[in-house]
């Protein structure tokens, strides 16, 4: 479980909590496990349930590929179980490409309805790289249908196995022999279509080359199990290809069967297929024309339409509806268990009390010294047994030791993981016993929900760890879970409008006219073509590719490979089910997140620049607890670089909120969220923190559930206790309604769940407006509950992060730097804020800048700064070479291992000759001022750069041209801030508007920091870089701008009127001046433009737009 | 020892692609307008710039900057072609006038100047007499020339003789137009022509190699090429004569091809590359039509085809010869030693297939291009779409590639007459109702009686049907039918279709 942004926009939310009347919208997320936005898939409904009798005459369909075969295939696994149901079939198979991906969609469908089902896959054979922009694929297919739970387990692990072999994604590689002794006799084997071995040889070659294909496949998988299949797609030849194919089955004394090789449920989907197919090869509907077939016939027939079309060879309809009928089962796979992490002679639990209880010796002292933590351990182990977690944590402590042995920053998040068990491990460094977090409310007996602990891990170390649970755990045992990545209305509307031919322009123009991806194609304003947008909205949704989960793997202590395929990422190394998190859910499958946090890299630099610089080490588990010093400083909202509050919205709220203490955090982390803020809602919440509204409680019974955040649920888990404490729901009952709401289950389980929450607040006396309010309170929190487990660790991150900054800011922006990219600031943005607090920053230099950025003694005349202790000299930061254009993070170490090695450069040449750079870097470094050691100015240097670069590490020394260069102009300090812009992106000693500062006086224009004093309401001028624009889907069109001077940052508000009027300056300028109304409330100051003009300042553009 | 460039006066009509596609009628007067070559803008109109469309700008970015820009492609046939009355007044007035390209004409000042009494007065004159807007700038050398024209406002701008450096030193670097150097140039602290030309040509051998050499030359206000372009020998020129004469542009552009192909060999043979051609026409009424194109490197065997081709469709459209060319001639102006590419040690394509070729174009000079067409196989699934007929000489590449699998084609033996008109035909089962297709490809009933032009005849044998769905994304070759084989009782084997109820005789088996 993780970070869920759910169907229910905030406004929508935000209106039930302040009651206004409802408005329509919609945002669904992306599937993955991001902290911003996430959506659960919405479970198979059927139309139409019923008992299911298969129509006569009976026939079993056994060649189908759903949209799952990605883009091969326009129907969903459920739209083929729905209409194979509809027509009568007496049993119905999934055959997609070289996998199992929609098997379990297709498992369930299936069973609502009451289809017998078959599983298999169409393997391809012979190919000798990924497939995907060719119009017409290579190599031959091999379709082969499991007889059974043992077939499917033998023909998930063929598959693995196969696309391990392949070594890259989309290349599977199977040995056809070995094929036979992995089928075991357990699969049955059909020739398959045009492209398989049989058909392919018989058009080859004729019947002489078929029997010879056919004899191979009967000598591997045995003559029991290979069947000549039959399709007949009314093409001029097919009767004939039929005709051959039964003289050879006879021949071979083999039983054929009929099939449809089927692509789509429906004939009107023959079209979309021919799309997707021009998709897949990456080429308009016009190039492929020579390739797609000649109609749309390949879609699901009725025993009846078989029967006709096999008229001549009704056997084989019959022998489907038999081959059917033997291979269907139901699928219910063998979970399997974690792995064995307890030594011989000890059981999980016994085990895992002992690692506590030796952590807890560190973390807690004594039990006679500590009597609370240790009641408190003890009530945490006896509950974890009775939920048969131990092994789940044994697995999280086993990842966090390998992390904490390498050095690498990690912590866990979840509701488990608030327990002073995971703070005894060493999982997380909250104690929740010092801050008072219940155990109770994370982890309960009465809870059905599985364990949920997600490790945090620093962002650009995550991969070691994902490699080290794949070595201990075995390839085959350990797996990263999918995500599949859906066709969006944009790209929906982009792949359609590419195949029909339409220009990249005009591709672009219509998915921008959709903008973000929450809408839908029916609600917005567009002029998308009616071929495009027919083509498009049957096309959304759709399965595009597999992608990889943000960081869920799943371990096993059995090969996870026999209950489904694995294959190779696109990421060099890592191996993937093809199941997203949802069908691992309902196949229990247990996931481990292992999700990567650029601010952990951040900390973890600090904590290592911090001793070198400072003399001290931090210990991230022993930070003062609710430092002072550190909240006034959050309540100032002087938080560029702060872990979650740092962006524009995140600033605005934190002077409303006014944090004290750190559960305020907590309360910060969940309730300002982009989504909610930028739906410019002032949120009841804030109002009521502030005194401006009463604290009420929808309820009396509600008082205790909601005291805590004042009458107004905040936490996911809140919403389960509302329907506990008004309705007399049991846990059980309250997860139940918590799932049903959020994922939207079937309409008759959510009206049978609300009827019975009525029923039970109507038993408490709670009763109609109130009971209702009470509903659509819950309704909405469901889906935008952020779980308090989490947000208690994410704000042990802003709190810390924040501490750093405000004690240790030198480390913290230096660290910072070298974890780009992350945050919401541009190095630019942060250096200027750390200048902006008394910091020294330096530029790179050859000889005295690591590869990355680092401290250095500061200045003697440094000036005092308004951050760190008080009465110390903060360090300088040098920026370091890595920072420099055209020199990458590795040229850069190496640059610093040469000088480690054979010590300083003497000058430009002996730095080309020993490390060998390129012109351009050089020059890069000389721009940047890299070599004014060398008393050289910067111009001097560049053109001596173009000539020293003669000078290769492969030459003799001196052989260079001579370098004298000419007299060239001096620089003037707003030039030195240019070139330090354009070749590092950030200037370290000054900022640009700086120098034009005379000029803006004498316009009037306001300083960001002189803002703070002007009246509210009055007219503004103010200018400066811009550092942002933003333009929330949930701000109806206003778009948010923020701009930078060398005193501060301002934001400002653009209606779409505004915006419009002046979009090409306000967006193409990368400085501006603007003219404006100030406003201000608590301490908030936006100005609401009304005219913008350029600023001329040759900035080169670093915003980052829109993002 | 620096040669004094020539005094030249450039004459330059802004954003010309987008003038001659108004001209054309491809787009309003006035409207956002940008005409792309290879996905890039290569001119805007002032109403695209408005809205921040630039030269260079993708496609992609343009399009979103001013989404209702009419976007053209680049069509340098039709620009020459529009160009061509401005060319020719004024040739009325000045000698030696050079064509850069569709847009841009250089001529060398000193004629002009003597004939109209002095520079300004020849700018003056232009000014008047040239028919659509344009700027013209008189400088030292083609560069200076071009920058005080396309840097004035109009009519012009006349930088006296010893004056071009001084005049250019002041813009900026960029000028030059070569990005990659300039951006070097900016972050050394020279911005303007003036700071690098003031540099050393030696230190700016040695820092930026022959290309930065070129351009300081450019900055300081000379000529680009300091070696004296030779006049090459008449023996180099090529021409070709035409009877019956040529009037029409598809023709004259034909035989263009072939001229422009002899001309480069030649110049290759002697390892020369031309830097200025002429091309001389000769008209049935003793006309002698002259121009000259200039180009700054040498010019490719294609580079010279697209300008004797854009030059003759040029004279030919817009009332040029009076009567029929008779003759066309192609001459190097300058030349330049150009290592290019030597013929092939075993000589191109046989003696035979040449005749054959001579044949065939001299039927074309008589008939026209279309009139000589060639088969060539083509892809497709019905039986009229599996040929496609070829003008000789184009290249034999059919628009649907035969080499491509068409599932679902109509199979050989293929049927030996194809109507070119489907026949309306009616087709009945044997309880006399028209027979039907479903759309889940189902027969209403077997076949039993053929209707074709009033006459009936039993069906004895049928095969299908055999859907087809073609083309469904393009209304104006969408084919939606259902594909039968139908032998009657009198031995006549057809290929039939139906479509949405109607019955089509497509072809006949004999």
């Known amino acids: ?144 249908l499991a007889r059974g739970p043992e077939g499917y387990r033998r023909l998930c692990a063929a598959i693995s196995a196969g696309q391990r ?59 029991e199990n290979v069947v000549v299949e039959l399709t ?43 799309a997707l197919a021009s998709v897949r090869a990456r080429r308009g509907l016009d190039d492929m024309d020579g390739w797609l077939p000649a109609a749309g016939s390949a879609y699901l027939r009725s025993g009846a339409e078989m029967a006709a079309r096999f008229a001549r060879y009704p056997d084989a309809v019959t022998r489907a509806a038999e081959l059917g009928a033997a291979c269907a089962f139901e699928l219910a796979l063998v979970k399997p268990e974690l792995p064995v992490l307890w030594p011989a002679g000890e059981t999980d639990i016994s085990y895992l009390r002992r690692l506590t209880m030796q952590g807890a010796l560190g973390r807690y002292g004594t039990p006679e010294s500590n009597p609370k933590a240790y009641q408190q351990l003890e009530h945490e182990l006896r509950t974890i047994e009775e939920l048969k977690f131990p092994g789940y944590f044994l697995i999280i402590k086993d990842i966090v030791d390998f992390c904490t042995k390498e050095g690498i920053l990690c912590q866990g998040r979840g509701s488990a993981a608030n327990s002073a068990v995971c703070y005894a491990l060493g999982v997380t460094v909250v104690d929740p016993v010092a801050y008072e977090l219940l155990f109770e409310r994370f982890l309960a007996p009465e809870r059905a929900e599985p364990p949920d602990i997600d490790i945090d891990i620093a962002s650009e170390r995550r991969e070691e760890v994902i490699q080290y649970v794949y070595d201990t755990y075995g390839r085959d045992n350990a797996a990263q879970v999918a995500n599949i990545i859906t066709y969006r209305p944009r790209s929906a509307v982009r792949d359609m409008a590419k195949a029909l031919g339409y220009s990249t322009g005009q591709q672009d123009a219509w998915s921008k006219q959709i903008e973000g991806w929450g809408a839908h194609l029916d609600n917005v304003e567009h002029d998308i073509p009616a071929d495009v947008l027919e083509l498009a909205s049957q096309l959304q949704g759709f399965p595009r590719h597999l992608g990889l989960h943000s960081g869920g793997m799943v371990i096993c202590d059995r090969p996870v490979t026999e209950v489904c395929p694995v294959e190779w990422a696109r990421m060099p190394n890592r191996s993937v089910l093809q199941w997203d998190k949802d069908d691992c859910a309902d196949t229990e499958l247990v996931k481990f997140d292992l999700l990567g946090l650029g601010m952990l890299s951040a900390l973890q630099g600090m904590l290592e620049l911090i001793p070198r610089y400072y003399g001290e080490t931090i210990d991230l588990a022993k930070l003062p607890t609710n430092d002072p010093a550190t909240f006034e400083m959050l309540r100032a909202a002087d938080t560029v670089g702060v872990f979650q509050v740092e962006s524009r919205a995140q600033m605005a709220t934190l002077p409303r909120l006014k944090p004290k203490v750190f559960y305020d955090l907590a309360c910060e982390v969940a309730l300002i969220r982009p989504g909610p803020i930028q739906g410019g809602s002032v949120h009841p919440y804030i109002r009521r923190r502030n005194g401006s509204e009463k604290i009420t409680y929808p309820h009396p019974l509600l008082e205790n559930c909601l005291r805590r955040t004042k009458g107004i649920p905040l936490f996911q888990e809140q919403m389960m206790h509302m329907a506990i404490d008004a309705a007399s729901f049991s846990p059980q009952q309250a997860d139940e309604l918590r799932r049903a709401m959020d994922s939207r289950r079937s309409v008759q389980k959510m009206e049978k769940l609300k009827a019975s929450l009525y029923e039970g607040m109507a038993g408490n006396g709670i009763t109609g407006a109130v009971a209702d309010d009470i509903y659509e309170k819950l309704a909405a929190f469901a889906n935008f509950g952020f779980a308090e487990s989490h947000a208690i660790s994410f704000a042990y991150l802003v709190y810390s992060s924040a501490y750093l900054k405000r004690f240790y800011p030198a480390a913290f922006y230096a660290a910072l730097l070298n974890a780009q990219p992350m945050g919401f600031y541009s190095p630019q943005s942060l250096i200027a804020d750390a200048r902006r607090h008394g910091l020294t920053v330096y530029g790179p230099d050859i000889n005295l800048s690591g590869a990355m950025a680092t401290l250095r003694p500061a200045p003697p005349d440094a000036r005092p700064t308004t951050l760190g202790f008080p009465g110390t000299v903060e360090p300088a930061i040098r920026l370091g070479l890595s920072s420099v254009r055209r020199l990458g993070k590795e040229q850069a170490k190496s640059v610093e291992a040469e000088r480690d090695e054979h010590g300083p450069f003497r000058d430009m040449a002996d730095l080309a000759r020993r490390t060998g750079l390129s012109t351009p870097a050089i020059e890069s470094l000389a721009t940047a001022g890299a070599f004014d050691g060398f008393g050289l100015d910067r111009r001097r240097a560049l053109w001596s750069a173009g000539v020293v670069a003669t000078e290769r590490p492969d030459r003799l020394a001196g052989l260079g041209l001579g370098a004298d260069p000419p007299t060239l102009p001096d620089m003037s300090p707003m030039e030195q801030t240019m070139a330090d812009l354009w070749s590092t992106g950030i200037s370290p000693t000054s900022y640009p508007t700086q120098f034009l500062r005379p000029r803006l006086d004498s316009l009037g224009v306001v300083p960001a920091e002189r803002l703070r004093q002007v009246a509210d309401g009055a007219r503004v001028l103010i200018g400066g870089v811009v550092t942002h624009r933003q333009r929330p889907a949930t701000a109806s069109g206003i778009t948010f701008m923020s701009l930078e001077d060398e005193t501060g940052l301002i934001n400002v508000v653009c209606s779409p009127a505004v915006w419009q009027r002046h979009r090409r300056v306000a967006r193409e300028s990368g400085s501006l001046l603007i003219r404006g109304r100030l406003e201000r409330s608590d301490g908030v100051v936006n100005v609401v433009a009304e005219q913008i003009h350029k600023l001329p300042l040759q900035v080169p553009a670093s915003s980052r737009d829109f993002r | 020892m620096t040669k004094e460039a020539v005094r030249t006066i450039v004459v330059w009509c802004a954003d010309w692609p987008v003038t001659a596609a108004v001209l054309a009628g491809d787009a309003a007067e006035g409207a956002p307008v940008a005409v792309l070559s290879a996905g890039v803008v290569l001119a805007c109109s002032a109403a695209a710039r408005t809205d921040g469309v630039r030269r260079g700008l993708r496609r992609r970015e343009a399009q979103s900057r001013c989404p209702d820009l009419v976007v053209l492609a680049h069509d340098p046939d039709a620009e020459a072609r529009f160009f061509e009355p401005v060319v020719r007044t004024i040739e009325a007035s000045c000698v030696g006038v050079e064509v850069v390209r569709p847009g841009l004409i250089a001529m060398a000042a000193r004629g002009p100047a003597r004939y109209y009494g002095g520079e300004t007065a020849v700018l003056d004159h232009l000014a008047r007499t040239i028919p659509v807007p344009c700027r013209i700038g008189i400088a030292d050398g083609v560069f200076a020339a071009t920058i005080a024209a396309q840097s004035s406002a109009e009519p012009g701008t006349r930088v006296p003789p010893g004056g071009s450096a001084e005049f250019l030193a002041p813009r900026p670097v960029d000028t030059l137009d070569r990005p990659e150097l300039t951006v070097l140039l900016h972050r050394l602290g020279l911005t303007t022509l003036g700071s690098f030309a003031a540099l050393s040509p030696r230190d700016v051998l040695d820092r930026f190699g022959p290309e930065g050499a070129l351009a300081h030359r450019l900055a300081r206000g000379l000529d680009a090429r300091p070696l004296a372009a030779r006049k090459p020998p008449p023996e180099l020129t090529v021409s070709t004569v035409f009877d019956p004469p040529v009037d029409r542009v598809d023709t004259a552009a034909f035989a263009a091809r072939a001229l422009a192909a002899r001309f480069h060999d030649l110049l290759t043979a002697h390892g020369l590359g031309c830097l200025r051609l002429a091309i001389v026409a000769c008209t049935e009424d003793g006309q002698e039509l002259t121009r000259c194109w200039r180009h700054d490197g040498a010019l490719s065997a294609a580079a ?109 033996p293929s049927p030996a007459t194809v109507l070119t008109a489907a026949a309306p035909a009616e087709m009945r089962d044997r309880d006399g109702v028209p027979v039907t297709v479903t759309g889940r490809e189902a027969v209403s009933a077997p076949p039993a009686r053929l209707t074709v032009r009033g006459g009936v005849s039993e069906v004895v044998a049928w095969a299908g049907p055999w859907p087809v769905d073609e083309r469904w994304w393009d209304p104006a070759t969408a084919r939606r039918r259902a594909r039968f084989q139908v032998v009657t009782a009198d031995g006549v084997a057809r290929l039939m279709s139906v479509a949405e109820g109607r019955w089509w005789v497509e072809a006949v088996y004999d």
């Open chain 1, 165 to 223: 072999a392949g070594g890259e994604k989309g290349k599977p590689i199977y040995d056809l022999a070995a094929l036979g002794e992995r089928a075991g006799g357990h699969w049955a084997v059909l020739t398959g279509c045009r492209k398989g071995t049989v058909p392919a040889a018989l058009a080859r070659g004729g019947m002489a080359a078929a029997r010879t294909a056919l004899d191979e496949l009967i000598g591997i998988f045995g003559r």
């Open chain 1, 232 to 274: 007949d797609h009314g093409g001029p030849e097919d009767a004939d290809r039929v005709d051959a194919l039964v003289e050879l089955a006879e021949w071979a004394r083999l039983d054929t069967v009929a099939t449809g090789n089927v692509h789509y449920a429906v004939p009107s989907r023959g079209r979309l297929a021919a």
């Open chain 2, 304 to 412: 010279v085809a697209d300008r004797v081709r854009w030059q003759l469709d040029s004279w030919l459209s817009t009332a040029g010869p009076t009567a029929g060319i008779t003759q066309l001639r192609l001459a190097p102006d300058q030349v330049i030693d150009h290592a290019g590419q030597q013929l092939g040690l075993w000589g191109g394509t046989g003696d035979a297939d040449d005749r054959a070729d001579r044949a065939l174009v001299r039927v074309q000079s008589l008939l026209g291009p279309d009139a000589v067409l060639t088969p060539v196989a083509a892809g497709g699934r019905g039986a009229d779409d599996q040929v496609q007929l070829i003008p000789w000489g184009e290249p034999r590449q059919p628009d649907r590639d035969a080499d491509q699998p068409w599932p679902g084609r109509i199979p050989a």
């Open chain 1, 1 to 144: 479980m993780g970070w869920r942004n759910p169907p229910t926009p905030w406004s929508e939310l935000e209106r039930i909590l302040s009651g206004r009347p409802r408005t329509e919208a919609q945002s669904p997320g992306d599937g993955n496990d991001s902290p911003a936005w996430t959506r659960r898939r919405i479970p198979f409904t059927p139309t139409s349930p019923r008992r299911y009798v298969p129509t006569q005459p009976l026939y079993a369909e056994l060649h189908v590929h759903s949209n799952f075969s990605f883009l091969d295939g326009a129907s969903y696994p459920e739209d083929l179980a729905e209409t194979a149901a509809e027509l009568g079939l007496s049993a119905l198979a999934l055959t997609d490409h070289d996998g199992m991906y929609g098997v379990v969609r297709f498992a369930q469908a299936a069973k609502d309805l009451g289809l017998p089902t078959v599983f298999g896959a169409e393997l391809s054979l012979g190919l000798s790289m990924p497939q995907n922009g060719i119009a017409d694929p290579e190599g031959n297919h091999l379709l082969a």
